[in-house]
């Protein structure tokens, strides 16, 4: 199946550094869901966006909708120990009640105290 | 808040057994999802179904079969287990009109 363009794959980071991802795709989407999932988890979702240009927070979380609708990034601020996970992306195309959501391919993040 | 639970969080199994894995969700979403998630391959879409007894394959249906009984239950059948069916299964359920998807916790499924 699809799968959106998800960067970068992996990040190693000392505690309270900023962090940075995001994900790019050649279709246009309706929908950028941000997601988290720790290891023999499933995942929990951080964020979503439903509108071109729209910059939703949770907490030090931030992430946007990008303008072209083909991209969308996510920041985390100041990152803790707990922060380390696997974040992804997941978009949807088009719309309608059957529509599937395409995935990311993870970015892994791992903090040092 | 959204709640979908999946019955077994572990799971071992042996070759040739008929395994079932059973999902439940409680905020009456029409459209519900079986995926499967393996290292370096990421998520891949089993099967879906957006309505009660409906049902549409995904991406990798083959070994796969399902059942939509009920609206708020949607269960995932391996009529045959092989060692390749060893995997994370993730359930997952959406509204879909400007609402995201929610998961369930996981079924580590081991086939021996």
């Known amino acids: 199946g699809q799968q959106l363009n998800q960067s970068p794959q992996s990040m190693f980071i000392q505690e309270g550094e900023d962090v940075s991802m995001n994900c790019t795709s050649s279709s246009i989407f309706n929908t950028w869901l941000w997601y988290k999932q720790d290891p023999g988890e499933g995942p929990v979702l951080l964020i979503a966006?439903?509108?071109?240009?729209e910059l939703t927070s949770n907490g030090r979380l931030t992430a946007q909708f990008g303008i072209t609708r083909k991209d969308s990034f996510l920041n985390i601020s100041a990152s803790i120990p707990s922060d380390v996970g696997i974040y992804f992306c997941a978009g949807q195309v088009g719309g309608g009640a059957t529509n599937k959501l395409i995935f990311g391919t993870g970015t892994l993040l791992a903090v040092q105290p | 808040d959204v709640k979908v639970t999946q019955s077994s969080r572990y799971l071992v199994k042996r070759t040739g057994e008929k395994v079932f894995l059973e999902c439940v969700q409680d905020?009456?979403?029409?459209?519900m999802f079986w995926y499967r998630q393996d290292p370096g391959l990421g998520l891949r879409l089993i099967y879906f179904s957006y309505d009660v007894k409906m049902k549409e394959k995904g991406d990798i249906p083959e070994g796969y079969s399902v059942s939509r009984e009920k609206k708020e239950r949607f269960s995932l059948i391996l009529e045959s287990a092989s060692t390749n069916q060893t995997s994370m299964y993730l359930c997952a359920s959406w509204r879909v009109y400007n609402s995201p998807l929610h998961f369930g916790n996981g079924t580590r499924l081991t086939v021996t």
């Open positions: 966006l439903y509108k071109a240009g």
């Open positions: 905020m009456d979403h029409e459209n």
